[in-house]
C-alpha cells in the first residue's frame, strides 16, 4: 500500500486493519521511526515473502499516488522493464503510455531518467516500429540510456552518491540490474500495488 507520506503511513498503523502490515518508510533518504528500511536488499532481509506492506517514500510512493487516476498503472524500475513492456504488448497494444518517474524532491534525477530510457528501448525493441511515436522526451531518455552502463550512471547520480558514502553500494548494485524479476505489479483500484502477473521466459 503505497501512502503520500509519513502522517498517512501512521494512519494506516493506527487502523486495525492494518494490525498484519509492516511498515517501511524513509523522509529525505532517512529511515522514519519505527519503519524498515525501504531499500530493496533491506526488505528482503526483513522476510518480506508473503508480508503486506504499508510503504511510504519522498518521491516514489508519491508519483504512485499522483498517477492514480491513469486507466492503468504499473509499478516499474530497470529490474522488471521487460515484463511490464510484454504484458503492455500482449494486453493493451494501442494507446498512449506515459512513463513516470518520480523524481527526487520535485527535482530532476539522473537514475530515473537512465531507468526511462531504459523503459523506451525496450519498447523500441519488443514492439514493431512502425506502432510506436515516440515524444522528444522519450527519444531524449532513449539516447541518455545509450549513453554509459546502468552502475556507472546511477553511481553518476546524487542518490547514488549518497547510498554509496552511507555504506549501502550493494544497493546500488541491485537496483542496476536489468529484467532480474519477470513480474507485473500494478495498483489496484484499492491503491494496493498487487503482482498482476509472473512472466516465464525461455533461457
Same mark, same amino acid.
Not at 93 to 105: A, D, F, K, P, T
Not at 155 to 167: D, E, I, Y
Given at each position: 500500500m503505497p501512502v503520500r507520506n509519513y502522517e498517512q503511513a501512521l494512519e494506516y498503523q493506527r487502523n486495525s486493519a492494518y494490525t498484519d502490515y509492516k511498515f517501511s518508510g524513509e523522509l529525505n533518504a532517512d529511515t522514519l521511526s519505527g519503519f524498515l528500511h525501504p531499500t530493496p536488499l533491506a526488505l528482503i532481509e526483513a522476510g518480506m515473502q508473503d508480508a503486506h506492506m504499508v510503504y511510504c517514500t519522498t518521491n516514489g510512493t508519491v508519483?504512485?499516488?499522483?498517477? /492514480?487516476?491513469?486507466?492503468?498503472?504499473? *509499478? %516499474?524500475?530497470? =529490474? @522488471?522493464?521487460?515484463?511490464?513492456?510484454?504484458?503492455?504488448?500482449?494486453?493493451?497494444?494501442?494507446?498512449?503510455?506515459?512513463?513516470?518517474?518520480?523524481?527526487?524532491?520535485?527535482?530532476?534525477?539522473?537514475?530515473?531518467?537512465?531507468?526511462?530510457?531504459?523503459?523506451?528501448?525496450?519498447?523500441?525493441?519488443?514492439?514493431?516500429?512502425?506502432?510506436?511515436?515516440?515524444?522528444?522526451?522519450?527519444?531524449?531518455?532513449?539516447?541518455?540510456?545509450?549513453?554509459?552502463?546502468?552502475? /556507472?550512471?546511477?553511481?553518476?547520480?546524487? *542518490? %547514488?552518491?549518497? =547510498? @554509496?558514502?552511507?555504506?549501502?553500494?550493494?544497493?546500488v548494485v541491485f537496483a542496476a540490474q536489468k529484467n532480474k524479476y519477470p513480474v507485473v505489479p500494478k495498483l489496484s483500484i484499492s491503491g494496493h500495488v498487487e503482482l498482476i502477473e509472473r512472466k516465464t521466459y525461455a533461457h
Open positions: 508519483a504512485l499516488k499522483d498517477s /492514480s487516476s491513469a486507466k492503468e498503472v504499473f *509499478v %516499474g524500475s530497470l =529490474l @522488471n522493464a521487460q515484463a511490464i513492456v510484454d504484458h503492455l504488448r500482449e494486453n493493451h497494444h494501442e494507446g498512449s503510455v506515459l512513463v513516470v518517474c518520480s523524481g527526487s524532491s520535485d527535482q530532476f534525477n539522473v537514475e530515473d531518467f537512465y531507468g526511462a530510457g531504459f523503459f523506451v528501448q525496450t519498447f523500441v525493441d519488443t514492439f514493431p516500429p512502425e506502432s510506436l511515436d515516440l515524444s522528444d522526451c522519450a527519444q531524449a531518455a532513449r539516447i541518455f540510456h545509450a549513453s554509459g552502463d546502468a552502475i /556507472s550512471m546511477l553511481n553518476l547520480s546524487r *542518490v %547514488g552518491k549518497m =547510498l @554509496n558514502t552511507r555504506g549501502a553500494e550493494h544497493e
